[in-house]
């Protein structure tokens, strides 16, 4: 979710640029775009060449290779590799991955005493370089699960760490709950745990369901589905009227051109933008959205969503504050319930909805959020279970 998180928001921002641009497509935008107060909320200004860590924001001050505000912390070195082997890889120094070899084996105790007490004070470093860079700290983002034991032990060792050494700052934890069926037989333990840490240090908890995310994949590849059938049923229609023959996998060939139906959500293909290289700006890629992807691009997007305000400029004006207190009415009350509408377009990991979405009324779109099939979270909001 977190290498997910990092592409959605490049993206948004390479999006902005465009039309800040006056372009009228990625492909039409400026090699390079400046480096804004926007950009500066998730990412710092590294110049390789002159050895700084972060070039101060100025007029028109040019992209020289943007770095994340942010510490990558896993006990296996299996997801932090790929990631240091992704398109995003560029976004992270050596010293923003803390990464062990033994793992926790879904202990929350292994997390929390025995990799908490050996990691505590190089993770605390990392942090602490990272937000001496920034200059008005205002609020950390914890994104780890509650099922394994890393997530769940050495997270809330982090939380508490936060908590103590940045007290100023809000604390925001996105946390994936185990499902009903996991086949780990200590997540129930674990999971129990954390919570009881996370009342303790976090501001603010967006618990997000495994198997709600599976839902909504699931139900968005329907749709998909079905919408694929229709239009390949009419394409089929006009295309027999005007003499034109259909294949099986259908593909039009009429006069010398051929135009493929359009594809299912497992196959989609999304554009994003990675971090900007020694001499250049954000620049455009495309990439094939898994079933994996999808399910993590809406749990991504709940992070994305909540900042938007803040990063970019517009009528409404909210900032990290007042999102905890608008939804947090007691200290211990903190546990927020996220919802996404429309789907299809989250589920995609594009910055602009998707066709579907755009002809779907303001009204149909809200009436969505407050649905339980909406909910990212398998509960029932308005009894409370």
Known sequence: IGSRFWDLVLQEHAAAAVA???????????????????????????????????????????????????????????????????????????????????????NWAVGYHEHGGEQIHAIEEAVRREAEDCDALQAFFMVHSLGGGTGSGLGSRVGEMLRDTFPDAFRFSTVLAPSADDDVVTSPYNALLSLWK???????????????????????????????????SAATTAATAAGATVTGSGVLQCGGLVAAARPSQSSRTGTISSGGSGGGG?????????????????????????????????????????????????PRLKFAVASMSPLASAAAGTAAAGEADTARGLDQVF????SKDNLLLKADARSGV
Do not use: W
């Not at 009436?367 to 407050?370: E, K, L, T």
């Open 20 to 106: 800040a641009g006056g372009a009228s497509s990625a492909a039409a935008a400026p090699p390079s775009v400046a480096y804004t107060p926007s950009l500066a909320s998730f990412f710092r200004n590294a110049d390789p060449a002159s050895g700084a860590r972060s070039v101060p924001i100025g007029e028109r001050s040019p992209i020289y290779q943007l770095k994340a505000r942010g510490v990558m912390i896993d006990m296996e070195e299996g997801v932090i590799g790929q990631v240091r082997r992704s398109a995003i890889r560029t976004l992270f120094d050596d010293h923003q991955c803390i990464v062990g070899s033994s793992g926790s084996g879904n």
């Open 198 to 232: 996370l009342i303790d240090f976090a501001d603010c908890v967006l618990p997000i369901d495994n198997q709600a995310l599976a839902d909504i994949h699931a139900r968005v590849e329907r749709q998909a589905a079905a919408a694929t059938t229709a239009s390949v």
């Open 282 to 330: 954000m620049r455009r890629r495309t990439t094939a959205v898994t079933a994996f992807d999808a399910m993590n691009n809406v749990a991504a997007r709940v992070l994305t969503d909540a900042t938007s305000s803040a990063r970019f400029a517009g009528p409404l004006n909210v900032d990290l504050g007042d999102i905890v207190t608008n939804l947090v009415p007691f």
């Open 367 to 370: 009436a969505n959020a407050f």
